[in-house]
């Protein structure tokens, strides 16, 4: 059974598990604009009200951009070297020179406004771009001219074995099918080529906080919760599930190191983003940070 919600989220009745396609999961926790239920089959957590896999590019058009995730992409349309991901890009390719010890064709998933292409390209990359936004896609066409596929990956025209590295910038929680975007990452990477992932890890202090207070409350008290457990997202993984899945797809795992978003990329007030800033220093004192890159 299918319907269509009044804010156009897609909201169905024993919804398959998007990792391994299950239908068996549970409610975990009841949010203002959807459920967030748990796998029986392989504990993967997910977001059973997200769009089937054919409405999703709607999810992330223009307003995507322009509104609901201002922050995060506002500053790179000014200068591609403002976006608050600088850093971590900076992190990831340094670990994959210290891995690959060469510079060759680089896919980076879910590229979204384009920021880290310009960034691989500055560091000798050849750079190409897939994302399912068409608004994100005729943006990165324009503004750098760059070859960007506007689709899923499965579907995009990438010899098998002709690629160098992969990436996903928090992007592989967004996709309604992850297995499928791992599996074909896979058959495009050279024997030796190297995957590299950034999501959200559910498994972390904030999380903590928020289901004690969710189950203290009797489910009254979300806030911290919806903080996290975002609608944009589908899967909710946790190093382990995530680390299931990989190995599942024929990846061997050779770096891995928990970190938090970047606060200048959060939507939040002064208030909130104070109290973001003492989380994240307590979180890293315990090493329960909110994302991880492998």
């Known amino acids: 059974m299918v319907k269509m919600t009044r804010s156009g989220w897609v909201a169905e009745a024993h919804r398959a598990c ?50 609901v995730h201002k922050p995060a992409f506002e500053p790179q349309t000014v200068d591609y070297r403002d976006d608050g991901s600088m850093p971590i890009f900076e992190r990831g390719l340094q670990i994959i020179a210290e891995r690959l010890g060469r510079r060759g064709i680089l896919v980076d998933v879910g590229c979204g406004l384009g920021a880290f292409l310009k960034v691989a390209e500055s560091r000798g990359w050849v750079p190409y771009g897939v994302d399912i936004s068409r608004h994100a896609t005729a943006y990165v066409r324009a503004t750098y001219g760059f070859e960007v596929f506007n689709g899923e990956l499965m579907d995009a025209p990438f010899a098998d074995g002709s690629v160098d590295i992969v990436t996903l910038w928090d992007v592989i929680e967004h996709t309604t099918c992850p297995r499928e975007v791992l599996q074909k990452a896979h ?108």
């Open 18 to 67: 998007p990792v391994c396609a299950v239908h068996d999961a549970a409610p975990a926790y009841y949010l203002t604009r959807h459920v967030v239920v748990r796998c029986r089959n392989c504990d993967v957590m997910f977001n059973s009200q997200f769009p089937t896999r054919e409405a999703s590019a709607e999810l992330f058009s223009q307003e995507y951009y322009l509104d």
């Open 187 to 294: 058959r495009l990477l050279k024997p030796d080529g190297l995957l590299l992932v950034t999501t959200d890890n559910f498994d972390c202090l904030i999380s903590d906080i928020g289901v004690i207070l969710y189950r203290v409350s009797c489910g009254r008290l979300r806030y911290a919760l919806e903080r996290l457990y975002i609608p944009y997202n589908c899967t909710y993984f946790t190093p382990a599930s995530f680390r299931s899945l990989l190995r599942d797809c024929s990846f061997e795992e050779t770096f891995f190191e928990k970190m938090e978003y970047p606060l200048s990329k959060v939507r939040a007030n002064i208030g909130e983003k104070l109290a973001l800033k003492t989380m994240y220093a307590l979180a890293k004192l315990l090493h329960r940070q909110a994302q991880f890159m492998l």
